[in-house]
């Protein structure tokens, strides 16, 4: 099982980006998958989190702006963020709670990250 994160770039303040996840591997079943993120010098923080049945949570700074949404046909998530600003920049890691075939537990898999620099 892997996670493949994508979509990351330079944009200016003000502008959007769509990040994807997709999840691929002997999948039995997907439970949470969550957005995380980095800045420079920064811990990491979560960003925004969905859930199997498509409960949605986000941090406090980015609520409004993100949305996180899920195709779970296609085992992916998504983070569509508008009006982008400098201090979003950071690298964006996905992360799932996933259950493999053949396997009667959970375990946490995590994307490489996607980096997202907002600058003019």
């Known amino acids: 099982v892997q996670l493949q994160a994508y979509g990351g770039g330079l944009v200016p303040p003000g502008g959007y980006l769509r990040l994807s996840c997709a999840a691929s591997?002997?999948?039995?079943?997907?439970?949470?998958m969550r957005w995380y993120r980095q800045g420079p010098g920064k811990q990491r923080e979560l960003v925004a989190g969905?859930?199997?049945?498509?409960?949605?949570d986000y941090l406090h700074s980015v609520r409004g702006r993100f949305t996180i949404s899920r195709d779970s046909a296609k085992n992916t998530v998504y983070l569509q963020m508008n009006s982008l600003k400098p201090e979003d920049t950071a690298v964006y890691y996905c992360?799932?709670?996933?259950?493999?075939?053949?396997?009667?537990?959970?375990?946490?898999?995590w994307g490489q990250g996607t980096l997202v620099t907002v600058s003019s």
């Open positions: 969905i859930n199997a049945v498509d409960n949605t």
């Open positions: 992360n799932a709670k996933i259950r493999a075939q053949s396997a009667d537990w959970w375990s946490p898999y």
């Open positions: 591997g002997n999948i039995a079943d997907i439970n949470f």
